[in-house]
């Protein structure tokens, strides 16, 4: 098994090593963890423009919106007939709303492996040693302090560099960043 996992790492490595070996600072690979979010979410973002229908998606949502605001008028009112009719609306409407769900789950299907192996090699490497001082308030509107109270209890150590935050939270931040800028490009109707 071993073996496999070598060998998985051998071809993650002669894939990524070149992205690596273009950073600036190899030992602090920051900018490499950009490149691998971007990456990472151009598959994702791509998988979901065409394994999704968006225009199914966004018009769920949207009479979702509307039974609800029509459903809390009702109950204002106290309007009990409208009330029950729009239950049963709203019944109705949440098959039609798993049905979108499963919709949803295409692009999971089709991204996670991928994804699964680009943080293996991401640990692998020397990007999982990478420590990134952040400005002070990046790194309260980050909630780093709030990751660095939680991280001892998920896998002990402490966070000892003031404002520094490693691979996994600067990974997350780029990839939300990267994906943002990737969905308006694609011409997604909405942010999420």
């Known amino acids: 098994m071993t073996d496999f996992f070598g060998m998985v790492l051998d071809v993650l490595n002669a894939i990524f090593n070149p992205i690596l070996a273009l ?3 190899p030992q602090n690979p920051a900018l490499t963890v950009v490149i691998v979010a971007f990456i990472v ?8 423009k065409y394994l999704v229908d968006q225009d199914k998606v ?3 949502q949207k009479k979702s919106k509307e039974l609800s605001s029509k459903l809390r008028e009702a109950q204002k009112n106290g309007d009990g007939k409208e009330i029950a ?18 919709e949803s789950f295409k692009p999971m299907i089709v991204t996670m492996v991928p994804i699964i ?3 293996f090699w991401m640990r692998a490497s020397s990007i999982s040693h990478l420590v990134l001082i952040l400005p002070a308030p990046a790194y309260w509107l980050t909630l780093t302090p709030f990751w660095h109270f939680i991280g001892p209890m998920l896998y002990g150590g402490k966070a000892t560099i003031p404002y520094g935050i490693g691979w996994l939270l600067w990974y997350m931040i780029c990839t939300f960043g990267m994906s943002q800028i990737l969905r308006k490009f ?7």
């Not at 979410?41 to 979901?48: D, R, W």
């Open 23 to 25: 950073d600036p600072n």
């Open 41 to 48: 979410s151009l598959i994702t973002n791509i998988a979901n």
């Open 58 to 60: 966004n018009e769920s």
């Open 85 to 102: 009719k729009l239950q049963a609306e709203q019944t109705e409407m949440l098959k039609n709303q798993n049905e979108v769900m499963m």
């Open 117 to 119: 192996l680009i943080f």
């Open 186 to 192: 694609l011409g997604f109707k909405q942010g999420f």
